[in-house]
């Protein structure tokens, strides 16, 4: 079974300086990894996702994550942040014999102070 | 892109009434569609898996009887919420599947149920 850990429930960080957002996930074969950003009353939008291919993977709004493999990680990063990037922030995980089936982390609290 | 909608965007009902939920894809068929609830503070929780012309198949944990999913067209799923009671409150939030594969899933914007 898989499973998502986000480590950090809440990340405090300047404006304008940048920052690092862990998830660690556990799974038996090939995975799919998604980072989803969530605005307070609102649903779900998709930040970036590895499928394949490079590890370093570009997202919306500056965002980029790594995937390691040997880590079993997908870490979040971003070299500036925003006020607008105050938000709620999901990784989650699929895979290949269950693409279907998307489980999300606990979520990590962003809050980018002036 | 795909859209999905819920509707409606927020209700608050009174303890022991039902309340429905509609999810819709706008500008494509949804064979499947999840349904998730999220408690404040929290992360999304999968209820149930919808597929179009079947029932619907329940996580563990979440009652079948109390949250009732029709997936009546490929278009429109909905969750009805019997007897709602307070602890039902939260943010429901339907994923629409447009085709295999994990670039083909689209997520509604939600609905904040409040129950008095």
């Known amino acids: 079974a898989q499973s998502v850990t986000q480590l950090d429930s809440q990340v405090p960080v300047f404006e304008e300086a940048p920052v690092e957002l862990r998830c660690n996930y556990s799974?038996?074969?090939?995975?799919?990894l998604f980072w989803y950003v969530q605005y307070p009353n609102q649903g779900l939008q998709l930040l970036l996702k590895y499928l394949s291919g490079s590890t370093l993977v570009k997202g919306i709004n500056g965002f980029e994550a790594e995937f390691n493999k040997s880590q079993t990680s997908f870490h979040l990063r971003k070299p500036s942040v925003h006020i607008s990037d105050t938000a709620e922030y999901f990784c989650?995980?699929?895979?290949?014999?269950?693409?279907?089936?998307?489980?999300f982390g606990p979520g990590t609290s962003l809050s980018v102070i002036p | 892109g795909a859209v999905v909608s819920q509707h409606p965007s927020w209700v608050i009902c009174k303890s022991g009434t039902s309340v429905k939920i509609e999810c819709r894809s706008l500008d494509f068929q949804a064979t499947t569609m999840f349904w998730y609830r999220q408690f404040p503070k929290q992360s999304l929780m999968l209820m149930a898996t919808?597929?179009?012309?079947?029932?619907?198949?329940?996580e563990q944990g979440v009652e079948k009887d109390k949250f009732l999913i029709n997936h009546a067209s490929l278009t429109l799923s909905t969750l009805t919420v019997t007897s709602a009671h307070p602890e039902d409150s939260s943010f429901y939030i339907c994923?629409?599947?447009?085709?295999?594969?994990?670039?083909?899933?689209?997520f509604g914007p939600g609905t904040r149920l409040t129950v008095l």
């Open positions: 989650a995980v699929s895979d290949e014999t269950s693409y279907d089936k998307v489980i």
């Open positions: 994923r629409a599947l447009r085709d295999r594969g994990p670039n083909e899933q689209f």
């Open positions: 919808s597929n179009e012309g079947s029932k619907a198949t329940y």
């Open positions: 799974s038996s074969v090939s995975v799919y």
